[in-house]
T-cell receptor, first 112, second 112 residues
Framework: DAGVIQSPRHEVTEMGQEVTLRCKPISGHDYLFWYRQTMMRGLELLIYFNNNVPIDDSGMPEDRFSAKMPNASFSTLKIQPSEPRDSAVYFC??????????FGPGTRLTVL | GENVEQHPSTLSVQEGDSAVIKCTYSDSASNYFPWYKQELGKGPQLIID?????GEKKDQRIAVTLNKTAKHFSLHITETQPEDSAVYFCAAGGLYDYKLSFGAGTTVTVRA
């Protein structure tokens, strides 16, 4: 298996623009997680899905952030409009529910 | 919610020496404690985990101990090698709640 795939790996955009991050989980995994990593706040869970259904989105910072999982092999995290404070590395992880979460390589987002 | 504290934030050791990282957690309901290693430019990768029904677990040069009464757990790396240099994160989660709360991370540097 190729592991969790994220795209793009790097994204530079200007404040106010819409940003869409993409994730393909490991085949067969029922759980998908979106994390944000910054120096100030560390690794934060934003939202997670089980069988394509959002279970807990309490970590989503505000209404500008939204996440979807239209099918078992694809998820998106969208920021609209983006702000400089959204600059971070965003990770997607997937799990079969047995404990271990497998992380993707991350998307480094820079909002100018 | 769960609060995980991790110490130290940085750790420098001589090659061949041992490294110890300690974490405390707040939620007594937590019963799953993984440790992740993150190398530069990559996503976190699980190196070892322990569940609350076990007090200690070892995998080659890596061991984890858990004290549920005191609500703390530790990572021990023996005979450190340069490739052990990375950022290490502890985390805590529940058996039926797949959310993980991460510590702030420890940057380990192994001096040759």
């Amino acid at each position: 298996d190729a592991g969790v795939i994220q795209s793009p790996r790097h994204e530079v955009t200007e404040m106010g623009q819409e940003v869409t991050l993409r994730c393909k989980p490991i085949s067969g995994h029922d759980y998908l997680f979106w994390y944000r990593q910054t120096m100030m706040r560390g690794l934060e869970l934003l939202i997670y899905f089980n069988n394509n259904v959002p279970i807990d989105d309490s970590g989503m910072p505000e209404d500008r952030f939204s996440a979807k999982m239209p099918n078992a092999s694809f998820s998106t995290l969208k920021i609209q409009p983006s702000e400089p404070r959204d600059s971070a590395v965003y990770f997607c992880a997937s799990s079969s529910g047995a404990g271990e979460q497998f992380f993707g390589p991350g998307t480094r987002l820079t909002v100018l | 919610g769960e609060n995980v504290e991790q110490h130290p934030s940085t750790l420098s050791v001589q090659e061949g020496d041992s490294a110890v990282i300690k974490c405390t957690y707040s939620d007594s309901a937590s019963n799953y404690f993984p440790w992740y290693k993150q190398e530069l430019g990559k996503g976190p990768q699980l190196i070892i985990d322990i569940r609350s029904n076990v007090g200690e677990k070892k995998d080659q040069r890596i061991a984890v101990t858990l004290n549920k009464t005191a609500k703390h757990f530790s990572l021990h790396i023996t005979e450190t090698q340069p490739e052990d240099s990375a950022v290490y994160f502890c985390a805590a989660g529940g058996l039926y709640d797949y959310k993980l709360s991460f510590g702030a991370g420890t940057t380990v540097t192994v001096r040759a």
